[in-house]
């Protein structure tokens, strides 16, 4: 059975304070690794598909990186419009298994 | 706009109470699933079309049905709500998976 575990589950920042995000996973035939961005009231929101190890995607200041067993976000400088819930999936076949999400927030 | 439109967006049912989520894509994506979301526990799959014509069950199908009307339309029914369907489910549609998913706004559904 595949599955996906984030850690942490809460993450809080002050503005400009640099972190990073863990995706751990495990998953036959892994098809694709998939970040979204989930804010309060709304559905999940496209950030990025991952798939082979090395690979790295980047867009402002998130950048997503992936390995055999797992991938980061990495948020470089957050400023408060960061703040959200930060959902890793992984896809095997049609379906995505997705982790429990980790909420950051950044403080002004 | 394009993308993912599910109604109703809140709905107060009571136990033994039956409705269907309604979905709709206009992005002319082949598979769509419906997902719940509960705290603590990330978004479970409850079932999914690949293609029109064809449904299969997720992780947590108990207690519900779908419906492929078309290409566009996928519906949720709750035959008979129990208060453990308490959630926010949502919708979502994919073609090429490259860009992954695009998820509707959700229901919020709570049973009493």
Redesign the interface.
């Known amino acids: 059975e595949d599955q ?1 575990t984030q850690s942490p ?1 809460a993450l809080r920042l002050q503005e400009g304070e640099s972190s990073s995000l863990n995706c751990s996973y495990t998953v036959s035939g892994l ?2 690794l ?1 970040w ?1 961005r989930q804010d309060p ?6 950030l990025f ?1 991952l798939y082979s190890a090395g690979e790295e995607k980047e867009k402002e200041r998130l950048k997503a990186t992936l390995t055999k067993k797992e991938s980061f976000l990495h948020i470089t400088a957050p400023k408060p419009e960061d703040s959200a819930t930060y ?1 890793c ?1 992984v ?1 095997a076949g ?8 980790t909420t950051v927030t950044v403080r002004a | 706009n394009a993308g993912v439109t599910q109604t109703p967006k809140f709905q107060v049912l009571k136990t033994g109470q039956s409705m269907t989520l309604q979905c709709a894509q206009d992005m002319n994506h082949n598979s769509m699933y419906w997902y719940r979301q509960d705290p603590g526990m990330g978004l479970r799959l409850i079932y999914y079309s690949a293609s029109e014509g064809t449904t299969d069950k997720g992780e947590v199908p108990n207690g519900y049905n779908v419906s492929r009307l078309n290409k566009r339309e996928f519906s949720l029914r709750l035959e008979s709500a129990a208060p453990s369907q308490t959630s926010v489910y949502f919708c979502a549609s994919s073609g090429d998976t490259v860009y992954g998913y695009t998820f509707g706004s959700g229901t919020r559904l709570t049973v009493v």
């Open positions: 996906v589950e098809r694709g998939f979204y009231g709304k559905g999940p929101e496209f598909t959902l999936a896809q049609y379906k995505l298994s997705f982790g429990a999400g």
